[in-house]
């Protein structure tokens, strides 16, 4: 590896919030990169049933909005997108011990959503992640 010449120039390393240094360019580069946008396409109000297992609660009012992963041409991004919303789930007993758990959401046009119970309240949510974040997909 050839040693810098004395006259070269070096870039100044940006420096990041836990003190660390990077380059200025990846610094650059890394603030301009464009993050997709969650857009909504769709939102769902209505009275449907939840599915645990083997157990069915019916009548459990639902609101639920679904968000999709854009680029800045506008096209979708498969796989990237957010469910989120609530449910009643104040029929069921003991849904503090659905939390965190995954439920099936029928709803009212016949539909599925498998959603994670986020809260004791029914905060509902399911994210997907896109096609670059894992092998599993």
Do not use: W
Not at 1 to 11: Q, V
Not at 50 to 59: C, L, Q, T, V
Not at 107 to 132: K, N, Q
Request: contains cysteine; glycine residues 10%.
């Amino acid at each position: 590896m050839a040693a810098p010449r004395s006259g070269a120039k070096r870039r100044p390393l940006a420096k990041r919030l836990d003190g660390s240094r990077r380059s200025f360019a990846s610094a650059v580069y890394n603030s301009r990169v464009a993050q997709p946008d969650l857009k909504l396409v769709e939102e769902c109000i209505g009275t449907g049933a939840i599915e645990s297992g083997d157990a069915r609660f019916a009548n459990v009012q639902y609101r639920v909005s679904r968000f999709q992963g854009m680029t800045e041409s506008g096209l979708p991004i498969p796989g990237l997108h957010r469910t989120e919303g609530s449910v009643d789930v104040s029929a069921i007993p003991e849904s503090a011990a659905l939390v965190g758990s995954s439920l099936t959401l029928r709803l009212e046009d016949g539909r599925a959503l498998i959603l994670t119970l986020a809260e004791p309240g029914g905060r509902v949510l399911s994210v997907g992640h896109g096609p670059r974040r894992c092998l599993c997909c």
